[in-house]
């Protein structure tokens, strides 16, 4: 079993940046797939980005392309998501995921985090 505790949310101003943590203990991150999802109030749930667990290779939502930045650090077993040129519209709460196979922007994943909050001022 895995646990996954979110770090790192805050509130920012519009074009401000935070870098968002996923932490693992349980198991060894280095051999999941591990995704970052994002809910607003009153919205579905989202898909933001994803890492894979083989070449981590890394899969963006275009609404985030070239503002976010997936990374991460297998001796911390930690994730990390660079959030750059936040926007309002970026307002949610995110939760990390993590997969044994693949983290897809939708279907079931195995693990899930409890969130942590990221608020965009305008």
């Known amino acids: 079993q895995v646990a996954l505790v979110e770090s790192g949310g805050g509130l920012v101003q519009d074009g401000g940046s935070l870098r968002l943590s996923c932490a693992a203990s349980?198991?060894?991150?280095?051999?999941?797939?591990v995704g970052w999802f994002r809910q607003a109030p009153g919205k579905e749930r989202e898909f933001v980005a994803s890492i894979t667990r083989t070449i981590s290779s890394t899969y963006y939502a275009d609404s985030v392309k070239g503002r976010f930045t997936l990374s991460r650090d297998s001796a911390k077993n930690t994730v990390y998501l660079q959030m750059n040129s936040l926007k309002p519209e970026d307002t949610a709460l995110y939760y990390c995921?993590?997969?044994?196979?693949?983290?897809?922007?939708?279907?079931?994943?195995?693990?899930w985090g409890q969130g942590t909050q990221v608020t965009v001022s305008s």
């Open positions: 995921a993590a997969d044994r196979d693949y983290v897809r922007p939708t279907g079931p994943v195995d693990y």
């Open positions: 349980g198991g060894t991150f280095s051999r999941y797939a």
